[in-house]
């Protein structure tokens, strides 16, 4: 049993990670890594979204009409995003708050967010939805802070707003900017494709993706089927 819950925290930090693996919530991902502290922000934020919602709509599944779902899933996932703006513009420090701006309030269409809502805390017990939360935010935060610190270095030659290398006076624009965001991230995904095939060549078999999270077995674009 240990061992079951084990593997439902930590499938979001490498194996099922919604960035790397499954290429969800790429747009705070790229837009919001030009530092290191903005990463562990919007990842933070994300991750408490999750964990809350994924609670309440596990308990709330077994009575919720199927032709409503989403609909209530959003209104749940919005209630917890509020909860998150306001305590981070109360407590927050300001140059972070405003940094990450609109993406904030941008979680309530978050694919990560949605999709765990639908694909599994609708299906599973609240225990298991809370850990699946902790753990695929844990996994977005990691991916998104790692993110940070690549590009705020290569960018400055500095980590969560330290200079590491004094000399170096001239910023690198393009790591700071989306192209460079995307040929980071391009090259982390083939670094993480190349250790995944060589593990499956060591065990003598195919990497084969997750099946879990993807868009055939979402089901928020079926919505409207189901309303006939």
Partial sequence: MKNSFFREFSKGIWKENPVLVLLLGTCPTLALTGSAVNGLGMGLATTCVLIGSNLVISIIASFTPKKIRIPVYIVVIAAFVTVVDLLMQAYAPAALYEALGIFIPLIVVNCIVLGRAEAFASKNSPFRSMLDGMGMGLGFTLTLTMLGII????????????????GWTTDFLLPGAAPGAFIIVGCILALKNYFNRRAAIRRGALYVPPQGLNCHTCGICRVADDKH
Avoid: M, N, Q, S
Avoid at 151 to 163: D, H, N, S, Y
């Fill in 151 to 166: 590009r705020e270095f290569l960018t400055g030659g500095a980590v969560f707003g330290i200079k590491l290398i004094p």
